[in-house]
Every structure is written in structure tokens, then in C-alpha cells.
């Protein structure tokens, strides 16, 4: 997953914001992994 290796920043961002486009949302952990919540079911 591009969110929890080791790429720059600006992939990282990318990734975010293509996620949260879909729906879904990305939460850091306290260990600085990251954790996806899909959206609800239709």
C-alpha cells in the first residue's frame, strides 16, 4: 500500500486525497501507520 511505505511526501498526499475523493477516509495511528475507514454500504 502506498500509504504505509516509505514514499515522499507528495505521493502520500496524493493517495490521501484520491482516497477521501471515493469516500473513505484515512486516519494516522499513533504508531504513524495509516488506517482506512471505507464509506458505508449504499
Do not use: C, S, W, Y
Amino acid at each position: 500500500m502506498v500509504l504505509n511505505n516509505q514514499v515522499d511526501e507528495r505521493t502520500q498526499k496524493r493517495a490521501i486525497r484520491e482516497i477521501e475523493a471515493l469516500g473513505g477516509k484515512v486516519i494516522t495511528t499513533p504508531e504513524g501507520t495509516h488506517k482506512i475507514l471505507f464509506p458505508p454500504k449504499d
